[in-house]
């Protein structure tokens, strides 16, 4: 009756096996022509990422049969957005080239909240102390094992946001085009040290509230200009 708890993104993919071939395979043409990287949606287990790994290969097989040329460097990495994704990244790292945090459907998964339902919205708490551990999980399992961990959704958009999670040590953020610029500048204008001391602030602070508060304070400081008018 969910559709977000149902057959969707790598579950369909893998039930698929024909239609996914196709899928892959154009990706991996294109690579051929370009800097493409692939990701797969929606990993909630080692299981699922070696099944999807193994098919690339079956394809990349075929592929050099034919002898239609594509990067066999090819980076392939895995959302994690969900729970039990974040809690054995550490295992997902060692079969992938890099980690995206999807951080609005990790939030959604984590807290039960689902953010289009306004009784239950004023839940869906970006600075909730347990995604802030998942998150920091995930990218000290990345840098662990050489790859690199990204955060795509809302999250990664927020300029409040964006000393926080350079503090937990995100690598990169995706977020949409007109918000990259405020982004940029503020992280050139951020100091690594305050990132971090706002982070282990924030990764033992019990209060959602006040853990945006203090992200809030620190991004005015370091980027007044782009709060100027915003209350």
Known sequence: MNPFLGWRAIRFCLAQPELFSTQ???????SAEGNVKMMYPMISGLDELNQANALVEKCKAELRAEKIPFDEKLEIGAMIEIPSAALIADTLAKQAKFFSIGSNDL???????DRTNEKVSHLYEPTH???LRLIKLTVDAAHQ????????????????LTPLLIGLGVDELSTAPPVVPQIKYIIRRLKLTEAQALAGFALQCESPSEIYARCQQLARETAPSLFENKT
């Open 129 to 131: 102390p347990a995604i």
């Open 24 to 30: 892959l395979r154009a990706i991996l043409r294109a």
């Open 107 to 113: 939030i959604q998964y984590t807290l039960a909240a």
């Open 145 to 160: 094992h050489g790859i690199w961990a990204g955060v795509c959704g809302e999250i990664a958009g927020d300029p409040a």
